[in-house]
């Protein structure tokens, strides 16, 4: 599970403080008992160190060699020094793995690579009751993404749900570098209030100008300001709301066949868009021609033109060209396909 990076400058080593502490100042006690046998007895290095770790770690297999007066008061002097030192440090090291000390640390490890590596992500600002849903759609329909939330406690709720969360501000351009806007499929701005949304917006507006943006409001008078601060979309949750409360009442079969086609929990049909690239061999052919309906059993439902234009249930003429979106309609694994032969 990724752990939670905040913004804020902490101590890289400053989980670990005091065992290292620990083991320096053992390694100073067997240093200097090494040296001591050497001058005090005349041994060998090897033998004086082999005998100062077997002091210290209370192993006691033999004496190397006999000991003088002078080499028995500093064996005394090495123990009364050397093993406490020696069990408070390994009582150290081993509460901090049993406390998680080093798991965090690679857990910390793993959430660094896994920023570093993701790509074609959306990164969505905030994760209160809208941010969740959004974040909770992505995660069924397997669409990478990372969220950025300054509330230590709803990053932690993120957390728990196997989401890669950030906290951090999201209108802050080394957050969005971090979190690996340059690779980005697209940001969603869903932070509390309107004026946050404009900042976060401006702000990756002006690290990407070809990134696509979506943000949340929530007053009407706001959404002028997120267009102009660079969103390509700009919805109220409320206004699609109530909309969908109306059409539910009006035409209930009308909603529920766009949720049965649009939502993650019908993976068995699928409403997508498929794009038609440069170089695809779809491109410059007419519907007919393409047989997309004989070969993979999806139905075209619109094509929108690069210009923009929508052309609803388009005749078996119309020609499909570079850069035209395909709104497609059938089975998941159909659309895959399809994507493949378009060469999406």
């Keep these: 599970m990724p752990s939670r990076a905040s913004d804020e400058p902490v101590s890289r080593w400053s989980w670990a403080r005091g065992p290292r502490l620990a083991v320096s100042l053992l390694l100073m006690i067997i240093a200097g008992g090494t040296a001591g046998y050497v001058l005090i007895e005349g041994w060998s290095p090897w033998d004086a160190l082999f005998m100062t770790v077997t002091t210290v770690t209370t192993v006691g297999y033999r004496e190397v060699h006999p000991l003088t007066f002078r080499g028995q008061v500093f064996t005394l002097a090495l123990i009364a020094g050397g093993v406490g030192t020696a069990f408070y440090t390994a009582t150290l090291i081993a509460t901090l793995i049993v406390e998680g000390g080093l798991h965090r640390r690679f857990e910390q490890r793993r959430f660094t690579r896994m920023l570093q590596d993701i790509k074609d992500h959306f990164i969505v600002c905030g994760v209160g009751r809208i941010g969740s849903i959004i974040a909770e759609e992505l995660q069924q329909q397997q669409v990478p993404f990372v ?132 170089q695809s061999p779809l491109a410059g052919k007419s519907l007919i021609d393409a047989g997309i309906r004989r070969k993979h059993g999806v139905i075209i439902v619109a094509i929108k033109r690069a210009s923009g234009a929508m052309e609803f249930n388009p005749e078996p003429e119309s020609v499909i060209r570079a850069g035209d979106e395909l709104v497609v309609l059938g089975q998941l694994s159909s659309v895959k396909a399809l994507e493949e032969s378009v060469g999406a």
């Design 147 to 278: 969220v950025i939330e300054r509330d230590a406690k709803r990053v932690q709720g993120a957390i728990e749900r196997g989401w890669l969360a950030v906290e951090a501000d999201a209108s802050r351009e080394e957050v969005l570098t971090r979190v690996g806007i340059e690779r980005a499929r697209g940001l969603i701005a869903a932070v509390g209030t309107d004026a946050e949304n404009v900042y976060a917006v401006l702000t990756a507006r002006g690290m990407r100008h070809d990134l696509f943006i979506i943000a949340r409001i929530e007053s009407d008078d706001a959404e002028p300001k997120l267009k102009r601060a660079g969103a390509d979309r700009v919805i109220s949750p409320y206004h699609i709301g109530a909309t969908q409360i109306v059409q539910t009442a009006l035409r209930p079969a009308v909603v529920d066949f766009v949720h049965l086609a649009t939502s993650s929990e019908h993976l068995e049909l699928s409403m997508e868009q498929v794009h038609v690239p440069e």
